[in-house]
């Protein structure tokens, strides 16, 4: 059985830095995209970013590249994702996801587990 476990989250002002990390088991981790993304209040889940299952390729919404970046280490069978200059929009629950595909996507129903999610709130 998959789980994935993120933490790392919490309160945070505007301008800060958080990193996030997901720890993976009941696979393959190193076969596999990852992604990782959040739900605001009273608004749909949306993506944030993606890494493919090497660490090569990674892909990121327009509104935090720049300031964040995703990374992942396959020998601790964990994803990160760094986050820096944070604003009060970045506000959410972030959730991080696995693929059954070695590529990234930045849909959210090609994703078949998923995390309990973290809460990431900024002040202003």
């Known amino acids: 059985q998959v789980q994935l476990v993120e933490s790392g989250g919490g309160l945070v002002q505007a301008g800060g830095s958080l990193r996030l990390s997901c720890a993976a088991s009941?696979?393959?981790?190193?076969?596999?995209?990852m992604g990782w993304f959040r739900q605001a209040p009273g608004k749909e889940r949306e993506f944030v970013t993606t890494?493919?299952?090497?660490?090569?390729?990674?892909d990121y919404t327009d509104s935090v590249k720049g300031r964040f970046t995703i990374s992942r280490d396959n020998a601790k069978n964990t994803l990160y994702l760094q986050m820096n200059s944070l604003k009060p929009e970045d506000t959410a629950v972030y959730y991080c996801?696995?693929?059954?595909?070695?590529?990234?996507?930045?849909?959210?129903?090609?994703?078949?587990?998923w995390g309990q999610g973290t809460q990431v709130t900024v002040s202003s």
């Open positions: 996801a696995t693929r059954t595909y070695s590529s990234g996507s930045s849909s959210p129903h090609e994703y078949k587990y």
């Open positions: 009941g696979r393959t981790f190193s076969r596999y995209a």
């Open positions: 890494i493919n299952w090497s660490g090569s390729t990674t």
